[in-house]
């Protein structure tokens, strides 16, 4: 890590615009966790983010990014008995066994489901700053993969994660 760099959320605009697509898409993924993160009100680690930068470089699998997150914060936590459970949950979701290639979108998407099973495509995009087209999209790639089920119809139903 560089240390003169600051690493600031508005870091990963730039793997957004100049990027290889794969890295744009990683990019886009990252920013949607760290803005899921500012809405609980948490603050953006520098560990955080070069991890991140990491994972858009190719650097680490999300698995590995997931499992040096989470080593992280479970020592932050370790020395500062305030940190929420709930708060580092945001951070690192646990990801279902079938979602071994998931992308942070959709795990994102996943974490939302989670808390609420009966949450709609709609707020699902409100919570994760993401159009309902995409919300769609990733709801639909997860069913398709038997990560995601709808139970009970669209009107009344609610999902469940297999």
Not at 19 to 43: H, M
Not at 86 to 114: D, G, M, R
Request: charged fraction near 25%.
């Amino acid at each position: 890590m560089d240390n003169d760099k600051e690493y600031t959320f508005h870091g990963l605009e730039e793997y957004i615009r100049q990027g290889e697509p794969q890295q744009q898409e990683r990019g886009k993924a990252w920013q949607t966790a760290i803005g899921l993160q500012q809405v609980d009100g948490l603050n953006t680690s520098p560990y955080l983010l070069e991890t991140a930068r990491r994972h858009i470089e190719g650097d680490i699998t999300i698995n590995q990014a997931k499992q040096l997150i989470d080593s992280y914060y479970l020592s932050k936590r370790k020395g500062n008995k305030e940190l929420k459970k709930s708060q580092s949950a945001n951070i690192a979701p646990t990801l279902p066994p079938k979602c071994k290639n998931c992308t942070l979108e959709e795990i994102a998407v996943l974490n939302i489901i989670q808390q609420d099973p009966h949450a709609t495509q709609t707020y699902i995009a409100s919570q994760i700053k993401k159009s309902e087209r995409t919300i769609k999209s990733i709801t639909a790639r997860l069913v398709e993969q038997g990560i995601l089920k709808r139970v009970n119809g669209k009107r009344n139903g609610y999902w469940e994660i297999s």
